[in-house]
């Protein structure tokens, strides 16, 4: 079993920087897919930023030059550091783990962070 949790979030003010980080639990964290998303009040469910097994990244535009996802895989753990926060950007992060095997989908989340943005 796959578990997921992460940290970091917080309030900040427009212009600041926060550091999330996902720690993963269980076998196989290298062979996973890594995806930060993102849940504001009232709206679906985006994805930020992805992170593959042979380190492919891609962003969702709204974040390309101010989010920077990274993994290190010997501490099996995924960040994304966020620079130059909007107000647009408070919402609960969420990661996500997604792996297809033999046909079959695997997808683990954690629990999430809130990061909120504001003066």
């Known amino acids: 079993q796959v578990q997921l949790v992460e940290s970091g979030g917080g309030l900040v003010q427009p212009g600041e920087s926060l550091r999330l980080s996902c720690v993963v639990s269980g076998t196989g964290f290298s062979l996973y897919t890594i995806n930060w998303y993102r849940q504001a009040p009232g709206k679906q469910r985006d994805l930020v930023a992805t992170?593959?097994?042979?380190?492919?990244?891609k962003y969702t535009d709204s974040v390309k030059g101010r989010f920077t996802i990274s993994r290190d895989n010997a501490k099996n753990t995924v960040y994304l550091q966020m620079n130059s926060l909007k107000p647009d950007d408070t919402a609960v992060y969420l990661c996500?783990?997604?792996?297809?095997?033999?046909?079959?989908?695997?997808?683990?989340w954690g629990q999430g962070t809130q990061v909120t943005v504001s003066s």
């Open positions: 992170i593959t097994t042979g380190g492919t990244i």
């Open positions: 996500n783990a997604h792996r297809t095997w033999w046909g079959r989908e695997y997808d683990y």
